[in-house]
Each structure stands twice: as C-alpha cells, then as structure tokens.
C-alpha cells in the first residue's frame, strides 16, 4: 500500500517570501491532516479535512496560511508571507472513513525561514 | 480541548534494559490513546492503540502499553530494548468520535549498544 506522499522533503526560505506544501493522500481515506512540528515538540494540528470540507481549522493562522483539498483528494498548503517561527516539519496524515480510525502520516516537509 | 503529557524528554539507556514511558492526558470524556514512533530520517509509524476492551494493549517490535482510567494515564513499556529502538516516541489522544489527535511533546530514547 502507498503511503501519504508530501513535496518537497526540504525548503529553505527567507521571511517573507512565500512558499507551498503538496500532499497526496493514501487512496480511499478521507480525513487529511496538516500538522506543524516546531523543534523539541510534538505535531500541532492546522486544519482537518473531510473529504474537500474542512472540519477544524481553529488552529490554522488565517492571516498568512491557507490550505485547500479540491477535488477532495490531493491537497495544498501555502504560506504567505512567511515568518522566521514558521520555521518546523510540516505533516500530512490521512485516515480512511469510519469511526475510530488511526492516521498515517508522511515523511514531511522541514521548512527553515531564514 | 484534550492535552498530553509526557515526561522525561532525554532517556539514554543501555540495551537489554528496561524501557517505560509515562503519558497522562487531560479530558474528562472518552478517549482514544496512541503511541507514534518516529526512527531517524523516517515518518511518524503507528506503535499501538487502544479504543475499548483490554486496558493492556500489545504493539509491535515488543512494546506494549497500559490503559489506567482513574490515573487518566497510558504508559509505553518495553522488558528489553534493542539499539534499533533508538527513536522517538510520542503520546497522542483523541477524543471519541473526533479523529483530530492531541499530540504530546515526545520522548527521545537513545539505546547504547
């Protein structure tokens, strides 16, 4: 089975410049995730989907993030402009349908700001 | 809004030692618990669940974790550990119904040969 593919692995940056994650699921789930791993601390959660829906993005900084899922299957996160604390592993998970579920996640993108 | 706690951040041991890891969550509903394992230059891996049933739940490569309700804990044991154990491990929760997952900050285990 594929795993949750994500691009680039690595990008470097300088603040205030702008920069885009892709993420292609594993087929037939669902639920897509986009977590940020900042250094020496555990994944926070930015923005679920549901299918193309969003479900909870009480956590995404709106001012300069977004992320879409068209077509309800690969998905897009964007940051603009970006900011030297942006600096993290950005995660992609997904989980298929169904109550209680595991999510599998990517390798990640490292993002240095800079 | 769920929340996790784990403790010791650095453990350094040696092999054939034993290895426990403690998790305590806050939420006063009913949850789901995990434990991800992250190995060097890899992706997060999922360890061991549980949802219902058995308190003691048993994952792979040796690992195995205990539910403990009225401690609102669910500790990551292993007997013996082995140099390929050296990872990173993380405690996660969600709530019942609700897939988003509440990670803790992890534990970083280094096995000495």
């Known amino acids: 089975e594929a795993g949750v593919a994500q691009s680039p692995r690595y990008k470097i940056i300088e603040k205030r410049q702008s920069v885009a994650f892709w993420c292609n699921p594993i087929?037939?789930?669902?639920?897509l995730y986009w977590y940020q791993q900042i250094l020496g601390q555990g994944p926070k959660l930015l923005i679920q989907?549901?299918?193309?829906?969003?479900?909870?993005d009480s956590q995404l900084p709106k001012d300069r993030f977004s992320a879409e899922r068209l077509k309800g299957v690969d998905s897009t996160l964007k940051i603009q402009p970006a900011k030297l604390e942006d600096s993290a592993v950005y995660l992609c998970?997904?989980?298929?349908?169904?109550?209680?579920?595991?999510?599998?996640f990517g390798q990640g993108t490292r993002l240095t700001v800079v | 809004a769920q929340s996790v706690s784990q403790h010791n951040h650095h453990v350094i041991l040696s092999e054939a030692a034993s290895l426990e890891l403690g998790c305590n969550y806050s939420?006063?509903?009913?949850?789901?618990l995990f434990w991800y394992v992250q190995y060097p230059g890899q992706h997060l891996q999922l360890l061991l669940k549980?949802?219902?049933?058995?308190?003691l739940v048993k994952g792979i490569k040796g690992f195995e974790a205990e539910f403990i309700k009225s401690k609102f804990s669910f500790n990551l044991r292993k007997p013996s550990v082995q140099w390929s154990d050296t990872a990173e491990y993380f405690c996660?929760?969600?709530?019942?119904?609700?897939?988003?997952?509440?990670f803790g900050k992890g534990n970083q285990v280094v096995v000495i040969p």
């Open positions: 998970a997904s989980s298929p349908p169904g109550g209680e579920a595991e999510a599998f």
């Open positions: 087929s037939g789930h669902a639920t």
């Open positions: 989907f549901q299918n193309n829906g969003v479900v909870d």
């Open positions: 939420y006063g509903g009913t949850v789901n």
């Open positions: 549980y949802f219902s049933g058995d308190p």
């Open positions: 996660a929760v969600n709530a019942r119904g609700n897939n988003r997952l509440a």
